[in-house]
């Protein structure tokens, strides 16, 4: 494609009508991985009952999170807010012993304006234990922003002096301490933190770690990398809390992302990378036979889970035509990487640029389903089944926030999500003929 021919992104905002999961849904995942925190969701019976139906079998485990139900008399101020919180975090302290508790305020705590910020402060004091809170309510945020509220909290925790934190890595390379943050398992940390060994990048510190005790030290200066796109709001704070300095990069979605992810923080610190473009190019053979079967199938996300743009910029790269991007939220300025990269991609691919929808509108986003009529449907539960009975292929979004989709190694895995309801509607269809 000649230079003059080539495309830029154009952004489009609906009325925000669409479905995605409430934010305090970050809890199923966070408890888990920082292994000595508790999470306490300061809501009502709505928020109950989505967080008991959407973590599923999880709550028969005795997870380490619970609700505070507030009541009438919590709402009209008959009751008082420190006291009942008192009780309540005796009683986890008793129970549970966590080394922290995070309260994670709801739509309702917004509207009655409770200080959750001005009680812990003087709640912590008092049951001798941190206290981290967040406010990742439906109101303002979406499905993986949760997550995003509860780092950009946790940061304002992180030590600022490294001397005095024994158990943060202090680097003996010749490059700056780099801390990488954005909530992986810990399987996943290893595999990125082993694959930036192979380049001389030592990783100082990971934000969150699996135990809070463990946070990494942050000083003024000190290089910051994040995971995920929805990360902004943590990115923000560590660089005006912690001034800190945020390497900007494509995520390390897709072989493509992470190979970009990983070479801009070698140019960063000055340092070569060998064999680098070798290895993507052999993960990309690794996934050849689903590019097969991917290749010029078009794709339509619907958004609702802030890793649309890094899915869509891989997906193309591997033959596939994207229709549209809904998105429930860009920061333009964080994602800035990755969506100059997406028009890299569209561009070296020689494709049409997606649509970027910002805030979508399920209802018109259902009639340019009927238009465009395409192969597979990135969606919510909400909407999965009534398309299939129509004859769309789906895939349910929120399996990508729950499988292991970063680094070199588990690109295969995104690839098989994807793949799998479309072969499985094919032979479906092939074996009807048959029959
Ligand atoms: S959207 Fe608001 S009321 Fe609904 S579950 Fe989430 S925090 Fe609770």
Redesign the pocket.
């Known amino acids: 494609m000649s230079t003059s021919n080539l495309q830029t992104i154009t952004f489009e905002c609906e009325t925000g009508n669409y479905h995605t999961f409430?934010?305090?849904s970050c809890v199923s995942w966070l408890y888990q991985k920082i292994e000595d925190s508790f999470f306490l969701v300061i809501?009502?019976k709505?928020?109950g009952y989505?967080?008991q139906n959407a973590m599923g079998v999880m709550i028969f485990a005795e997870p380490r999170y619970a609700m505070a139900e507030l009541e009438e008399g919590d709402i009209s101020a008959q009751l008082n807010d420190y006291t009942e919180l008192e009780r309540l975090c005796l009683q986890i302290k008793k129970d549970r012993q966590p080394s922290v508790i995070f309260w994670i305020g709801?739509?309702?705590t917004e509207i009655i304006k409770m200080d959750l910020e001005g009680i812990a402060v003087q709640l912590e004091l008092s049951i001798g234990l941190p206290i981290v809170v967040a406010r990742?309510?439906?109101?303002d945020y979406a499905f993986t922003q949760g997550e995003d509220t509860v780092l950009a909290a946790l940061s304002n925790k992180c030590p600022n002096n490294r001397q005095n934190k024994n158990h943060n890595i202090i680097s003996k390379n010749n490059h700056p301490p780099l801390i990488v943050f954005g909530s992986l398992p810990e399987l996943v940390v290893n595999q990125l933190t082993n694959e930036l060994e192979k380049y001389n990048i030592l990783v100082s510190g990971w934000l969150p770690s699996s135990k809070y005790m463990n946070l990494p030290a942050i000083q003024e200066g000190d290089y910051i990398i994040g995971v995920n796109p929805f990360l902004s709001k943590t990115a923000t704070t560590l660089m005006r809390r912690k001034k800190a300095k945020l390497i900007q990069a494509p995520f390390p979605i897709g072989p493509d992302g992470t190979k970009k992810w990983i070479e801009k923080i070698c140019v960063t610190f000055n340092l070569p990378t060998p064999g680098l473009e070798n290895r993507e190019k052999e993960i990309w053979q690794t996934l050849n036979p689903y590019i097969d079967i991917l290749k010029n199938k078009t794709i339509f996300f619907m958004g609702d889970n802030l890793l649309e743009i890094s899915l869509a910029r891989f997906f193309i790269r591997a033959g596939m035509i994207v229709h549209e991007i809904g998105i429930p939220y860009i920061d333009k300025r964080f994602q800035s990487a990755e969506l100059l990269f997406l028009e890299e991609t569209c561009n070296y691919k020689e494709v049409i640029v997606p649509r970027i929808i910002e805030k979508p509108d399920n209802i018109s986003q259902i009639d340019r389903i009927y238009d465009l009529q395409p192969d597979l449907i990135i969606t919510g539960m909400a909407h999965a089944n009534p398309l299939e009975a129509k004859g769309f292929n789906t895939k349910w979004s929120v399996e990508f926030t729950f499988t292991h989709i970063h680094g070199f190694t588990n690109a295969k895995d995104i690839l098989h999500l994807i793949t799998k309801p479309i072969l499985r509607n094919f032979y479906k269809q092939v074996s009807g003929n048959i029959l």
Do not use: D, Y
């Open positions: 409430c934010p305090i809501g009502t709505t928020c989505f967080l709801t739509c309702t990742a309510n439906g109101l």
